[in-house]
């Protein structure tokens, strides 16, 4: 790169970038990587999905623990009003999230608990059926429980954002008839364009972005393209499609990459992620192409490259505030509107 180019690319500025879920390591060097990225806030799975409460308790230590010992690099981030601050003092802001509720299910005070040690974002479900409801790979999925209810109106009360990925079809339209605030799916692409049902209907695009939430299109290969490694150009596709469909307002950014240590093996990642791993119809449906070396999306194999996105979504000749709105300004709407602050 010339001197000029540098110097360009240097004094580039780019828009406020929110990964709308993000599974990477919480270690020094990651988030070095991350904000190499130009990530200024994520949403971070801090729950393992089966972990009970105890156990959750103890990782949601650690990543206090983390930020407190990285201060110079992230802050945890409680309210949009924090988030800004992170920006303004050049910090990645760490939203503390859970991909499942299966841990305060016994006791749903618990989300009390929760919400005053940090936590904004939480699932009802996994991939599976806990006493809420079902997750995508249930059948028949039966729906949101009495019990699920009960927690869809304490996330309400506590002004914490619901999250329906991962969420049976049945159970999250149950959920979005219920909810009397927006509500998101932080990691999911349409259906419509890639036949996994991890995917979301139309249908359910639509009732999202009608209660005021939106859709983080994600990078998870299986949910871009299965006969091929898809590219960034998959993802570009999906991006588009749900502008279309439901309009720009709807409609964000969302890594999901398990980088850094997560899975430092092959036999590791196949057990849980890969052809005969845990879901097999979510992943047992792809070509031979999906291996451990090709399972991220060429052109995104790391939060370094989240730059070039924006390059791409300029290459589709989307408008600078639109492309301002997906890689963040939709995430921070949504999150004014329900944590009110």
């Known amino acids: 790169m010339s001197q000029a180019a540098a110097a360009t690319e240097t004094a580039r500025t780019y828009p406020l970038i929110i990964d709308g879920l993000n599974c990477a390591d919480v270690a020094r060097d ?3 990587r991350t904000k190499q ?5 994520l949403n971070l799975t801090i729950v393992h999905p089966w972990h009970g409460f105890e156990q959750s308790m103890s990782t949601l230590a650690k990543t206090i623990l983390f930020t407190k010992e990285n201060s110079d690099l992230c802050t945890l981030v409680t309210s ?4 800004d601050a992170a920006k303004t003092a050049g910090k990645i802001g760490i939203i503390m999230g859970a991909q499942n509720s299966t841990f305060v299910e016994n006791d749903l005070n618990l989300l009390e608990v929760c919400r005053r040690l940090g936590m904004r974002i939480m699932q009802p479900t996994y991939m599976e059926q806990n006493k809420l409801g079902c997750g995508v790979v249930v059948q028949p999925d039966t729906g949101l429980t009495a019990l699920g209810r009960e927690w869809v109106a304490r996330m309400n009360a506590l002004n914490m954002l619901i999250d329906l990925s991962h969420v049976g079809y049945k159970t999250a ?3 979005i008839a219920e909810t009397k605030r927006p509500l998101i799916v932080s990691h999911g692409n349409a259906l419509e364009l890639c036949d996994c049902p991890r995917n979301i209907p139309d249908n359910q695009i639509k009732g999202v972005a009608a209660k005021g939430g939106m859709v983080g299109c994600t990078f998870f290969a299986p949910m871009l393209r299965q006969d091929e490694r898809p590219t960034v150009e ?8 749900m502008i279309k469909l439901v309009g720009e307002d709807h409609v964000g950014f969302s890594s999901d990459l398990s980088e850094g240590g997560v899975y430092t093996s092959a036999e590791q990642w196949d057990k849980a992620f890969g052809p005969n791993g845990l879901y097999p119809s979510v992943t047992g449906k792809m070509g031979k192409w999906y291996t451990f070396e090709q399972r991220r999306p060429k052109g995104f194999e790391s939060l370094v490259s989240t730059p ?4 791409g979504l300029e290459s589709r000749q989307i408008p600078g505030r639109i492309i301002d709105k997906v890689m963040g300004g939709n995430w921070r709407r949504v999150y004014l509107d329900v944590w009110g602050e």
Do not use: P, R, S
Request: charged letters at 20%.
């Open 308 to 311: 070039t996105l924006i390059d």
């Open 30 to 32: 990651q988030y070095l």
């Open 234 to 241: 998959n993802w570009l596709d999906q991006v588009q499609y």
């Open 37 to 41: 990225g130009n990530i200024n806030a």
């Open 80 to 83: 949009v009003k924090e988030l």
């Open 173 to 175: 339209a149950d959920v």
